[in-house]
């Protein structure tokens, strides 16, 4: 991907704050937000599904695959690209995608996973699941710990899920920050899955802590 274009400078406007002005400076020299344009992508991040299935090979034309936390749709397109049937689900709404089966609800509610196993059962007759996708990511306050803890919560929420739904041989990706997935949970996911590592995927920016968590080949 060309690095080389010139920068485009943004001046700070008298209501912007400096901080906006750094971002939006940020996203019209990012080659990642131009190439999602030119591909009609929903976002950046659907590039870092993109490699990441580069590297592990997860994604395989009519396979079931389950997208938590789906808005804007950027990882939905990507399954859809490999030819897969996804069920997704977000707080936030998305545009409809064909081919997407879409929940606009908190995954953390506990009626969610439930409506997410009666859909899986829909397109496949074992009712499970090849790929569980998980790019959940709850809203921070700054707090080092707090922050930490709620992250957690997600991906073992997540991976828990997960470990229902998947069937033996499948995949499970999650979004994880710091220094990636806690020691309890890699200890599980590695008694669980043949193959668990750590990527970030060079759409993933540098200064961001920001790291997934990919298990593959699941034990049953």
């Not at 990882?75 to 995608?97: G, N, P, S, T």
């Not at 569980?132 to 073992?156: C, F, Y």
Request: proline share 4%; charged share 30%.
């Amino acid at each position: 991907m060309t690095r080389n274009k010139p920068k485009t400078r943004v001046k700070t406007a008298k209501k912007r704050k400096s901080s906006s002005t750094r971002w939006l400076q940020r996203q019209l020299n990012d080659p990642y937000v131009e190439q999602a344009q030119k591909k009609g992508y929903r976002g950046r991040a659907a590039f870092k599904l993109k490699e990441i299935d580069e590297k592990a090979g997860i994604l395989k034309s009519g396979m079931v695959v389950v997208d938590l936390g789906a808005a804007p749709g950027g990882w939905c397109q990507i399954a859809l690209e490999k030819k897969c049937k996804v069920v997704a689900i977000d707080l936030l709404e998305i545009d409809e995608l064909p081919g997407v089966v879409f929940f606009q609800k908190d995954f953390m509610e506990d009626d969610a996973p439930e409506l997410l196993k009666a859909e899986i059962s829909k397109l496949n007759e074992s009712g499970l699941a090849d790929v569980v996708l998980s790019d959940m990511a709850p809203n921070t306050i700054g707090h080092k710990q707090t922050d930490h803890l709620r992250i957690m919560a997600v991906v073992e929420a997540a991976y828990l899920f997960a470990t229902e739904v998947l069937r033996p041989g499948g995949a499970f990706v999650a979004k994880v920050f710091q220094g990636g997935a806690e020691d309890t949970l890699l200890k599980d996911m590695k008694k669980r899955f043949e193959k668990v590592k750590h990527i970030k995927p060079p759409a993933s920016r540098k200064d961001s802590s920001e790291q997934y968590v990919v298990a593959t080949g699941f034990k049953g």
